[in-house]
């Protein structure tokens, strides 16, 4: 065991935790969930603690010998290396103060064993002085927060999008030339080909990469360098272009100061437009989800017109049953993520005066919805998009069956006449070209020309 001291008095840690003082009275404070902040957000705040100590380094403002210690300590937080020694739960001190002293104290430690020192020995190496030199919370978390997102939506959900578009695509081609009976209202309506539906499903994924594109801009703006409130204060002058050089040049990625600090640590709305791209997202999957599991719904008692890939058994009880159970997986997935919107729009708006003090909350939840949304479509798209085949016979028999075929005959009879006929069809269970014929609408020929299910789809 050894003793460190803070503001507060003395706290007994054992001797093998790189975290101190600070850490140890939020991870004893908040017993609340046994959630942390994920991997990718540790390594954010080691990019950003790296960045500093570089930036503060180059300023002349810390003595070499210490400030590559800090270097090196923050590298092995980047790496993963001392993921273990982040303790504290999700739900925290306001604005992440635990999280970041975590940080600060974690690498301060481990850059004092570098040196030859034994830990909590601050005299040497401090993680308010030296690790947090030039810093806040207020402007590291966000800084972190954004970070994170932008990887994980760059390295995880933007790839996973793009598979399933690029399977629903490869099934519109496919699937083109197979005519069936469109609808709406869940009645029935025109005919549609089944590859022109799954056109519209690729189409509306894509619009929604296009606008996760757009969102990944505003992550681009980072508060590092205002310090508490946007002030700047005990920063060197040349810090915060600095830093923001340094996270650019670790990162390869082209983040840039925010235009104005005050706003950037008084609001985090790059969060709230990030997940409100991820509530949009899972709309448009549940919306296709919901339209798969109908199509293949049957196999013998209802749509039937796709047949999806058997997975697993669907039921303890009935034998030989089989579920759309990659379907079901994703919208339980986008429901938890719009769940997860509604509490980071709460936490967002929750901002007060300088600061917003629900950042933890906002950033578990944000990388949260990255992660089971980029795994739940890289499932569903390998293990059901893929593999779904059309029953080319049922859309066929619902595609000459549909009432709605009546429609293509309101230029020659009007609508009126047209109604007539889709009602005779109803009634006696002839089709629409049956009856336009037995009535006289139509001769044969031109029934069959007309009322043509391929014709009426267009191009």
């Given at each position: 065991m050894r003793i460190e001291k803070d503001t507060l008095g003395k706290v007994r840690l054992t001797d093998s935790a790189y975290y101190g003082a600070q850490t140890k009275r939020a991870a004893l404070n908040f017993p609340i969930s046994g959630l942390r902040l994920p991997r990718r957000f540790i390594k954010a705040q080691g990019i950003v603690k790296l960045a500093a100590a570089r930036a503060n380094g180059s300023l002349g403002l810390i003595g070499r010998k210490i400030w590559k210690a800090v270097e090196k300590a923050a590298m092995e937080v980047i790496s993963g290396r001392l993921d273990g020694h982040f303790v504290v739960d999700v739900y925290q001190a306001g604005a992440g103060t635990s999280q970041n002293m975590n940080a600060n104290e974690v690498i301060a430690n481990r850059a004092l064993e570098i040196?030859?020192?034994?830990?909590?020995?601050?005299?040497?190496?401090?993680?308010?002085d030296h690790v947090n030199m030039a810093q806040s919370t207020n402007d590291t978390i966000p800084t972190s927060m954004y970070i994170s997102c932008r990887e994980a939506v760059t390295e995880d959900l933007m790839p996973a999008l793009q598979g399933l578009h690029g399977a629903l695509s490869a099934k519109a081609e496919e699937f083109d030339g197979i005519v069936k009976a469109g609808r709406t209202h869940l009645q029935d309506a025109v005919p549609v080909r089944l590859g022109q539906e799954f056109s519209g499903?690729?189409?509306a994924v894509k619009n929604d990469m296009a606008r996760l594109d757009r969102t990944l801009e505003s992550l681009l703006y980072l508060p590092v360098g205002g310090n508490a409130l946007g002030t700047g204060i005990n920063a060197h002058p040349r810090f915060r272009g600095r830093v923001i050089r340094e996270i650019r040049e670790i990162t390869?990625?082209?983040?840039?100061?925010?235009?104005?600090l005050f706003e950037g640590i008084q609001n985090v709305y790059p969060a709230l437009e990030?997940?409100?791209?991820l509530r949009g997202i899972?709309?448009?999957?549940?919306?296709?989800?919901?339209?798969?599991?109908?199509?293949?719904?049957?196999?013998?008692?209802?749509?039937?017109?796709?047949?999806?890939?058997?997975?697993?058994?669907?039921?303890?009880i009935m034998p030989g049953k089989v579920n759309p159970v990659?379907?079901?997986?994703?919208?339980?997935?986008?429901?938890?993520?719009?769940?997860?919107?509604?509490?980071?729009?709460?936490?967002?708006?929750?901002?007060?005066?300088?600061?917003?003090?629900?950042?933890?909350l906002i950033a578990h939840n944000l990388l949260f919805s990255v992660e089971i949304l980029s795994n739940g479509v890289n499932a569903f798209t390998e293990k059901c998009v893929t593999g779904i085949t059309a029953n080319t016979k049922r859309c066929?028999?619902?595609?000459?069956?549909?009432?709605?075929?009546?429609?293509?005959?309101?230029?020659l009879v009007g609508y009126a006449s047209a109604a007539g006929v889709a009602g005779d069809a109803y009634r006696t269970g002839k089709t629409v070209r049956q009856v336009a014929v037995e009535k006289g609408v139509l001769n044969e020929k031109d029934a069959a020309r007309i009322l043509d299910p391929r014709r009426l789809t267009g191009k």
């Open positions: 040196l030859g020192r034994k830990k909590g020995d601050y005299s040497f190496i401090h993680p308010n499903f690729a189409e390869g990625v082209g983040f840039r100061s925010c235009k104005n990030l997940s409100a791209s899972s709309i448009t999957l549940t919306k296709i989800a919901n339209d798969i599991r109908l199509l293949s719904s049957g196999p013998r008692t209802g749509f039937a017109e796709i047949r999806l890939p058997a997975v697993q058994p669907g039921s303890s990659m379907a079901e997986m994703l919208n339980m997935v986008c429901f938890q993520v719009m769940g997860n919107d509604t509490a980071i729009a709460c936490a967002v708006q929750a901002s007060q005066l300088e600061l917003n003090v629900m950042m933890p066929g028999e619902y595609a000459e069956a549909t009432l709605a075929m009546a429609t293509a005959l309101n230029p």
